[in-house]
């Protein structure tokens, strides 16, 4: 596989408050940029996504930014809530290949 | 949506028996369908590519023999583990891109947990 196993960081947000996860990339090559969530015993549910001609794109209550000079993706979670607690994993692909390579995956827990 | 189902959701099995693991797409039709692997706190490991019709292409390390792929109409694959054992227990899920509905997005399947004794 192309993924590397690691133990998951966590972020602790507090309820309510905005939640940004950080993914850095490994391919200059890569094109198209995927944000899944898995939860507990789940596979992974697509949540957002974008393309490299883009820089930011928003959808219910999340947004994507894609810095491509420093190879960085962000996915911000406003105003967190509890059924957001999971894995979040990022995503990347280049057009030239057929498969995504996952991130190593940050685990959002939510403080009452 | 695009929806992925997959079955069984948990299997325990044996060491030494075959399992089968069974992968749909349920409303569109899956020009390609993936095959992972993920260990307890780790990320998705990639095992196989599957296209329609043709043979599967394995990601270096994982043994064609023993995780057989059969990808045989575009909204059906399946996953044998042959001969399992223990060190083969693991989360198992099927993911699937297709066109027009799931607008080439990658979909995932709920997962298999799979225990062998």
């Known amino acids: 596989g192309e993924s590397v196993g690691l133990h998951l960081p966590t972020l602790s947000v507090q309820e309510g408050d905005n939640s940004i996860i950080n993914c850095a990339y490994s391919?200059?090559?890569?094109?198209?940029f995927i944000w899944y969530k898995q939860e507990s015993g789940k596979g992974p549910q697509f949540i957002i996504d974008?393309?490299?001609?883009?820089d930011k794109r928003q959808g219910q209550r999340v947004t994507v930014l894609l810095n491509k000079t420093v190879k960085h993706l962000s996915l911000q979670i406003a105003a967190t809530q509890p059924g957001d607690s999971a894995v979040y994993f990022c995503?990347?692909?280049?057009?030239?290949?057929?498969?995504?390579?996952f991130g190593s995956g940050t685990r959002l827990s939510i403080r009452p | 949506g695009a929806v992925v189902s997959q079955h069984p959701s948990w299997v325990i099995c044996k060491s030494g028996t075959s399992v089968k693991i069974e992968c749909r797409s349920l409303?569109?039709?899956?020009?390609?369908m993936f095959w992972y692997r993920q260990f307890p706190k780790q990320s998705l490991m990639l095992m196989a590519t599957?296209?329609?019709?043709?043979?599967?292409?394995?990601e270096q390390g994982v043994e064609k023999d023993k995780f057989l792929i059969n990808h045989a109409s575009l909204t059906l694959s399946t996953l044998t583990v042959t001969s399992a054992h223990p060190e083969d227990s693991s989360f198992y899920i099927c993911?699937?891109?297709?066109?027009?509905?799931?607008?080439?997005?990658?979909?995932f399947g709920a997962g298999t947990r799979l225990s062998v004794l």
């Open positions: 409303d569109f039709q899956a020009t390609t």
């Open positions: 391919n200059s090559a890569s094109d198209y």
């Open positions: 974008i393309r490299s001609n883009m």
């Open positions: 599957s296209n329609e019709g043709s043979k599967a292409t394995y």
């Open positions: 995503a990347e692909k280049s057009s030239s290949a057929s498969k995504i390579i």
């Open positions: 993911s699937a891109r297709g066109g027009w509905l799931a607008k080439n997005i990658q979909y």
